[in-house]
């Protein structure tokens, strides 16, 4: 059993109505439909159409993401959800990540109750991918906490996870010091979460080579990494059926 995740999708959740989203400075946006005539060329309709402010134009991005339920072999039986993504990259436009980030969890968290009706059972739940955003951020934050940013005069608000998360690297080792290694950024952006249980928990992590290294000297992409993310990994242990 699978499903995608288009987060394109969030543009037409707000298409057709007043509703508001924030900028990247936290700032309130109004979405509420303008009249133009069919066929209306103006270029006040054009400069609408590739305005970075509107929340239709912000959330218009072509990323998405998978979910999976894969069903163990016996003895366990043990019913897994794993989903990857790969979040908007633009570190200015956080919001937008922000976004993309609770439509993921929300659909995750449906995801979880049709598994579990389905197959009547408590699935576990992993979540991977490439978020681009360093711990700390407010997309990071988020996803461990409940706990939102954005802007600097913005208040932080927690909400209830519709998934608590945990990150393998952080509750095992601390979160590495970058999987993306480049000239122009080095950092962390990729991680594995998990939703603590009493039926799964990590035993083991994919060790990641140093800065000074000779594998990542230079940045990435190169011989030894055809990417220039770092390959991350995570062993569990399967406590319950």
Known sequence: MEEKIDYNDLVNSINGGSDF????????LSTENKETEPGDGSQSAQEDHN?????????KRDCVGIM?????????QHVIIVANTHLYWDPEW????????????????QFKTL????????????????????????????????????????????EELPIPLCSVYAVTRGEPPFTNCTPGFTGTLDYIFFSPSELIKPVGFLQLPEQDSSDVSGGLP????????????????????
Do not use: M, W
């Open 21 to 28: 989203c924030t900028d990247k400075n936290g700032d309130i």
């Open 51 to 59: 305005n970075p402010n509107d929340p239709r134009v912000r959330l």
């Open 68 to 76: 999976a339920a894969f069903k163990l072999k016996p003895p366990t």
């Open 94 to 109: 956080a919001d937008v990540k922000l976004a993309q980030a609770k439509y993921l969890l929300s659909r995750l968290a």
């Open 115 to 158: 598994v579990s009706n389905t197959f009547e059972c408590n699935p576990s739940v992993v979540l991977a991918g490439d978020f681009n955003s360093t711990p700390g951020d407010t997309v990071y934050q988020y996803l461990i906490s409940g706990h939102t940013s954005l802007g600097t005069q913005s208040e932080c608000v927690r």
């Open 222 to 241: 190169n011989y030894h990494h055809p990417s220039d993310h770092l390959p991350i990994g995570a062993e569990f242990e399967v406590i319950g059926a």
